[in-house]
């Protein structure tokens, strides 16, 4: 799912940064089948959904702050 303003290959490296950094596992977003697909090579802008995309970014941001 693309996201306005956002290269989707540098929105997926981005968020695949912010899942590792967060030390959450990827299923508090991504169901069984999604993982399996991501590990299949599926990019996670086109795995999540809007509101996880948004929440991962806001998290980068709220940590840039800190």
Do not use: C, F
Request: aromatic share 4%.
């Amino acid at each position: 799912m693309p996201v306005g303003g956002y290269d989707p290959e540098d929105l997926d490296d981005t968020l695949e940064e912010l899942m590792n950094a967060t030390g959450r596992d990827p299923s508090n977003w991504l169901t069984d089948e999604e993982l399996r697909q991501w590990d299949e090579g599926e990019s996670l802008v086109d795995l999540l959904d809007e509101d996880d995309i948004h929440e991962l970014l806001q998290k980068d941001g709220d940590s840039a702050s800190d």
